[in-house]
């Protein structure tokens, strides 16, 4: 699918302007390394491992070639496809860090572009924009959810429906940090309930920040499915790897 960039163009021009006034009067620190002027460095975006072919047609994960990772031939997905910006370390990671903990909204709006690449990228059919929802408790904690954050922007921008409503938490679950891929299954089974007048018939694109094994996207899917989801896709901006040497990345 393409974007219109006219109107993609207009609205990151429209949210250039207010940024900009709003820098003038706090003048930001890049996230990373502190310099006076930027939310995000240029030399530190730099730094950012993007993640480019080839990866797992599937998960998306950086292999040595174009083909099907072995977990995705193994236990198939409910998440027909799944595309990640970055791997989630130096700098990038500390972005997120800043979005996530800190109500760093100016970064979270400095992805919208890059995303919109990557979903241009793909041959999908997207009909509904989902962000990956929290848990009532936690969302009171935090005070916000941060994949809304960059799915309504977002969906603004390839000018689609953006429908929280359409996939709710229904479980409160513990936090996944430290918790294996099978722990993290369990963790989240269950987790998510989803709304079929929404959804059913629709082609989903979920959004989140990071990726780690893909349980809550696979969990979240597998809801979205049994509402009556076509196809469901994923997309965060970010993706954990436990050997950056195992993987080409560029």
């Known amino acids: 699918m393409q974007v219109d960039s006219y109107q993609a163009n207009k609205w990151g021009r429209s949210r250039s302007i207010l940024w900009k006034f709003l820098d003038l009067v706090y003048p930001p620190k890049c996230c990373n390394c502190g310099r006076i002027g ?18 797992c047609r599937v998960c998306g994960i950086p292999l040595m070639k174009n083909s099907i990772c ?24 500390q972005a997120i860090q800043r979005i996530k903990y800190s109500r760093d909204y100016s970064l979270a709006v400095m992805f919208i572009e ?46 689609k429906p953006f429908s929280p409503e359409g996939l709710v938490r229904v479980k409160e679950t513990k936090s996944q940090v430290g918790l294996s891929f099978k722990e993290r299954k369990i963790n989240v089974a269950g987790a998510f309930s989803a709304n079929s007048d929404i959804v059913n018939s629709r ?13 809550t996207l696979q969990a979240c899917a597998v809801s979205l499915k049994k509402a009556g989801a076509v196809k469901v896709y994923g997309i965060t901006i970010a ?12």
Request: charged content about 20%; some cysteine; overall charge neutral.
């Open 70 to 93: 072995l977990n995705c031939k193994t236990e198939p997905l409910a998440v027909d496809s799944i595309r990640s910006f970055g791997i989630y370390t130096g700098s990038l990671r």
């Open 239 to 250: 993706r954990t790897m436990n050997i950056l040497d195992d993987f080409q990345i560029q």
């Open 203 to 215: 082609n989903i694109l979920l959004v989140d920040d990071v990726i780690t094994t893909g349980a």
């Open 114 to 159: 890059p995303l919109l690449e990557l979903v241009n990228q793909q041959n999908w059919t997207i009909d509904i924009i989902i962000p990956v929802p929290l848990s009532a408790k936690r969302k009171r904690t935090r005070g916000y959810n941060q994949a809304s954050w960059l799915a309504k922007p977002f969906a603004k921008s390839l000018m």
């Open 38 to 55: 930027y939310h995000f460095c240029p030399e530190c975006w730099s730094e950012i491992h993007t993640i480019k072919d080839p990866i």
